[in-house]
C-alpha cells in the first residue's frame, strides 16, 4: 500500500514566488526611491502584465482568440470619466464599478459572439470594440468624438498635493497587477484551474472528459472583462485626458498586448510578465528609432512565432520543467 | 440483462459518403460487445454518435432509458459513457496525473482531493505509474494510449468506448491489456471495444459486430463470426484474419 500525497510546489516555484514576493515589496516602496518618470513608466508597465495576463488566460487558456479587448479597457475609462463627470462619484470608487458594469455588459456581449467560431469570433470582437468606440463618439456629454478631460475639482479629489496623487494611482495599479496575478494563480490551482489547462490543451479531450467547455468560456470572459475595465479605468485616470481613439485604441490595448503575450509564451502563466519585460526593454531602448521600432517589434515577433512557437518562457519551462508559481499537481508516492 | 446502450435507426452521412446506414444495435448491461471492420467503414463514427462529438442525420442514441441523441458530449460522460481515441487526445501540458485527476474530478463528477488516490491507483494497474508526473506530449505513442484507457476508466464509466488500444502493443502487453480490460468488465462496466487486433478483441467479448461501409452486415457469436463468408470476403480472405489473429 502506498501513501498517495500531491504536491504543488517544486524548486524552481519557491524560487520564483520567493522573488516575485521580494520584487512586490520593493516595488511597493518605489515612491522612496524613484524619479517622478519611473513612477509613470512602472505603473505602465503594470497595467500591461495585467492586460497581458488577462488576455493570456482568454486566450491562452479558454482559446478565446479576442482582438477587442479594447472594447473593455474604453468601457472602463468612459465609465469612470462618466461616473466622475457627471453623477460625481469619487474617481477611485469608480474604478470597481466600471469593472462591475463591464462585466454586466460582457453577459449579452459574450452570448451575441460566442455564436461565432475561431476567425469570425476574432472579428467579431474587434466589431464590437468598434461599435463600442463609435458610441462613446456619439456621447456629447463627455465631448464625443473629441475627447474630455477631468476637471480639476475630481483630479483634486483623489489627494491634494500632486505627490500623493501620483503615489496613490503608483500603488493602486502595482495593486492591480498583484491582485490579478494572485487570483490568475489561484484560480489555476483550483477545479475550475484544472478545467481550464485541460480546455488549454485539448478542447476535445476536454469535453469528452466532463468538461463543460461553453460555461467556462462564458464565465472566463466575463471575469476578464471585469479586470480589464478596471485596468482600462485607472489607466485613463493617471492621463486624465480621454478620447474614444485613445480609449479604443487597437494598437494600444490589443496589438501590444498580444505581442506581448506571444513572445512571453502564450497559455502559461509567467509569459505576460516576461514578455512585458522584454516588450518595454525593446520600447526603451529603441524608440527613438520613430518607425523602425516597430519594424523591430515585427521582426522579433516573427522570429520568436517560428522558433519559439510557445514563447521565451515556453522554451525555457519545456526544457527545464520550470514554474515560477506553485500550479503543477505532482504525485508523490511513499512506499510504506 | 436489460439493454443500457441503444442505437437506433442511426443514420449519417459525409457529403455523399454514408457513414452510418440505418444502424440498429444493443448493448446490454454487463456485456462486451466487439466491432470489427475494414478502415472507413464507419466505426469510429459510431464512437462519435454514441458520445456526442458527431450528430447523427436522423436516428436515436438512447442510454440508461434516457434519450441522449442532443445531449452534449461532457453531459453523456457524466452520466457514464467514456471513450478513448484512436488518435490520442491528452492534454499535453499537464502531466500524466494532471489528466487522470480531471477525467475524475470532471467525468466522475467529485471534488479534487477525493479522486487522488484512485488516480495513483489507475496508472498504477495503467502501467503509467513511473510516469505519473511527466508532462503527457512527452510520452511515446504507446503510453498515450495507455493514458487514453486510463483517463477512460478514471470518469468512472458504466458503459467504456475503447477505439484501437491494442494497437502496436507486443504479446505480453496485449496480454496485459486484456486482463486489464476482462478486470473491469468484471466490476459490471458495459463495453464496446472497436479493434483490428482480432485475437484480443475476442479473448473479451460476448458478442461482435462487423461494419462495412457504414452498415452491420454481421453480428454473432465472435469465432463464429470471423468466419462467415460475408465477413472473410471483405477482409480478402479468412487466412488475413487468422493471420493477424496469430500475430
Known amino acids: 500500500m502506498s501513501d498517495v500525497r500531491v504536491r504543488h510546489a517544486s524548486v524552481s516555484s519557491w524560487i520564483g514566488t520567493t522573488i516575485v514576493v521580494l520584487a512586490t515589496v520593493a516595488l511597493a516602496a518605489a515612491p522612496w526611491w524613484a524619479e517622478r518618470a519611473d513612477l509613470r513608466l512602472l505603473a505602465e508597465i503594470y497595467a500591461y502584465v495585467a492586460l497581458a495576463s488577462l488576455w493570456n488566460l482568454l486566450a491562452g487558456y479558454a482559446g478565446l482568440v479576442s482582438v477587442g479587448q479594447q472594447a473593455y479597457v474604453g468601457l472602463g475609462a468612459y465609465v469612470l470619466f462618466g461616473l466622475a463627470m457627471l453623477a460625481g462619484v469619487h474617481p477611485l470608487a469608480a474604478i470597481p464599478i466600471a469593472g462591475f458594469a463591464a462585466a454586466l455588459v460582457a453577459v449579452p456581449v459574450a452570448a451575441l459572439i460566442f455564436r461565432l467560431r475561431g476567425h469570425y469570433f476574432a472579428i467579431g470582437t474587434w466589431v464590437v470594440a468598434e461599435v463600442f468606440r463609435l458610441l462613446a463618439a456619439q456621447t456629447s456629454a463627455l465631448d464625443g468624438g473629441s475627447g474630455t478631460s477631468l476637471p480639476a475639482a475630481v483630479v483634486l479629489s483623489i489627494a491634494s498635493s500632486r505627490q500623493m496623487r501620483e503615489f496613490t494611482i503608483y500603488w493602486i495599479a502595482l495593486a492591480q497587477v498583484v491582485v490579478i496575478l494572485f487570483a490568475i494563480v489561484w484560480l489555476l490551482r483550483s477545479r475550475y484551474g484544472l478545467a481550464l489547462t485541460a480546455i488549454r490543451d485539448n478542447e476535445l479531450g476536454a469535453r469528452s472528459n466532463g468538461i463543460d467547455v461553453v460555461r467556462i468560456k462564458y464565465a472566463v470572459y466575463v471575469a476578464v472583462a471585469f479586470g480589464t475595465a478596471m485596468l482600462g479605468a485607472l489607466i485613463f485616470l493617471q492621463k486624465i485626458r480621454i478620447s474614444p481613439d485613445t480609449a479604443f485604441s487597437v494598437n494600444d490595448w490589443t496589438a501590444f498586448v498580444i505581442f506581448i503575450t506571444v513572445i512571453g509564451g502564450i497559455g502559461r502563466i509567467e509569459g505576460p510578465i516576461i514578455g512585458t519585460v522584454i516588450f518595454f526593454l525593446l520600447r526603451q531602448t529603441l524608440a527613438d528609432l520613430g518607425a523602425i521600432y516597430l519594424l523591430i517589434l515585427g521582426v522579433v515577433a516573427i522570429a520568436v512565432m517560428l522558433w519559439a512557437p510557445k514563447g521565451l518562457w515556453g522554451l525555457v519551462a519545456d526544457r527545464f520543467g520550470w514554474q515560477v508559481f506553485p500550479l503543477q499537481r505532482r504525485l508523490v508516492l511513499k512506499k510504506r | ?247
Open chain 2, 1 to 247: 440483462m436489460p439493454p443500457i446502450l441503444t442505437l437506433e435507426k442511426i443514420s449519417k452521412r459525409f457529403g455523399a459518403v454514408v457513414v452510418a446506414d440505418n444502424i440498429d444495435l444493443t448493448l446490454l448491461r454487463g456485456e462486451a460487445l466487439g466491432i470489427i471492420g475494414p478502415n472507413g467503414a464507419g466505426k469510429t463514427t459510431l464512437f462519435g454518435i454514441v458520445t456526442g462529438t458527431v450528430a447523427p442525420d436522423s436516428g436515436r442514441v438512447m442510454f440508461e432509458g434516457h434519450d441522449v441523441t442532443r445531449m452534449k458530449p461532457e453531459h453523456r460522460c457524466r452520466m457514464g459513457l467514456a471513450r478513448s481515441f484512436q488518435i490520442p487526445q491528452p492534454f499535453g501540458g499537464m502531466t500524466v496525473f494532471e489528466n487522470l485527476v480531471v477525467a475524475a474530478a470532471f467525468g466522475g463528477g467529485r471534488s479534487e482531493r477525493e479522486v487522488y488516490a484512485g488516480c495513483a491507483g489507475l496508472l498504477e494497474r495503467c502501467g503509467l505509474a513511473d510516469k505519473a508526473n511527466r508532462r503527457a506530449a512527452s510520452l511515446t505513442l504507446l503510453d498515450r494510449k495507455r493514458l487514453e484507457l486510463a483517463r477512460a476508466l478514471a470518469t468512472g464509466p458504466r458503459v467504456l468506448l475503447l477505439d484501437e488500444v491494442a494497437g502496436g502493443l507486443v504479446e505480453h502487453e496485449t496480454a496485459a491489456l486484456v486482463d486489464l480490460i476482462n478486470d473491469v468488465r468484471s466490476t459490471g462496466v458495459s463495453i464496446v471495444w472497436i479493434e483490428h487486433v482480432v485475437h484480443a478483441l475476442i479473448a473479451v467479448v460476448d458478442r461482435l459486430v462487423v461494419l462495412h461501409e457504414g452498415a452491420l452486415i454481421a453480428e454473432g457469436d465472435p469465432p463464429e463470426v470471423i468466419r462467415r463468408p460475408e465477413v472473410t470476403e471483405i477482409y480478402m480472405g479468412l487466412e488475413e484474419l487468422g493471420l493477424e489473429a496469430d500475430a
